[in-house]
């Protein structure tokens, strides 16, 4: 059969002829040696109800850029910046160097721990599926880690001026560390059991259980939350909890979003379970 391939506005782009028992990836396939590629789900094409001389409008997406490089870059940003920030004080801050306190220690070590670890998940453990995201969308994602993060905490934190503030008890700084690494090892196996839900160069979807998942659809989003409530309650910048705020604001769309999905995708689906935080949201 034939098929006209078009805009959106109805302009013709081109005639491709394909058999009629094609499937979605042979016209995937047929268009990106032809053309410049185009995103379409799987299936036959005549379950969509194509036939002859049927009319596909296409949205050109513009240039593209991988999840997983986006997640690179993103957590690439404050390995570099904090670094700078914590080791050379004299570019910005335009004073004399002092010994830094032990929260100023602590936090650009657990800084930089978290972002290292992450930039290994990205790289080794999540596993993406083949949609991309738009290059002109980069500068929105690493605005929040390299702006809000690395210099919005790492500038009032690292600064010579900054001081240790104490909120409730004299040991609360060792029990907010302790936490911090729990919730990093509680976020590594939400993502191993993410990974092993998917196997390798499929749309496989299946249900999260333990390691918080029994509570909540996201129980990567929840401990990921958890990690950045204690850097602030340890730092205690205003800087760090604007950035807490941010972080609860996405990761609260994000999770309701794919809790949705749950619910819809599997019928017997736990309705008790909650979005991102346990028995509240």
């Known amino acids: ?26 016209l ?19 379950d969509y109800g194509i036939t002859d001389d049927t ?27 904090l670094p700078l920030l914590y080791h050379f004080p004299g570019i910005f801050y335009r004073t004399n160097d002092v010994p830094k306190n032990n929260v100023q220690v602590f936090t650009f070590v657990m800084l930089m721990f978290h972002f290292t670890k992450r930039e290994l998940e990205s790289l080794f453990v999540h596993r993406f599926s083949r949609s991309t995201m ?26 010579p001026r900054y001081t240790e503030i104490i909120l409730l008890w004299r040991y609360e700084k060792i029990v907010l560390i302790i936490l911090f690494f729990y919730f ?40 990921e939350l958890m990690i950045w409530v204690v850097v602030a309650l340890f730092t205690n910048t205003i800087s760090s909890y604007i950035f807490v705020f941010a972080v609860g604001a996405i990761l609260s769309q994000w999770a309701m979003s794919k809790h949705r999905k749950y619910i819809k995708e ?16």
């Open 1 to 26: 059969m034939n098929i006209l391939l078009k805009q959106s506005n109805g302009a013709f782009i081109e005639r491709i002829s394909i058999a009629d028992d094609a499937t979605v990836d042979d």
């Open 28 to 46: 995937r396939q047929l268009f990106y040696e032809k053309s410049d590629g185009v995103k379409l789900v799987e299936n036959r094409l005549s």
């Open 55 to 81: 009319s596909l409008y296409f949205k050109d997406l513009g240039v593209q850029i991988s999840w997983r490089l986006v997640f690179f870059l993103e957590y690439l940003g404050p390995l570099l910046i």
């Open 134 to 159: 738009p290059i002109r969308n980069l500068f929105i994602n690493c605005f929040h880690y390299w702006i809000l993060c690395a210099v919005g905490i790492g500038y009032f934190v690292f600064h």
């Open 184 to 223: 990093q090892f509680m976020t590594l196996m939400t993502h191993l059991t993410l990974r092993n839900l998917r196997p390798k160069g499929t749309r496989v979807r299946g249900i999260p259980n333990n390691w918080g998942f029994q509570y909540v659809s996201c129980a990567n989003y929840f401990w």
């Open 266 to 281: 599997f019928s017997h689906y736990d309705r008790r379970r909650r979005a991102l935080i346990p028995f509240i949201y």
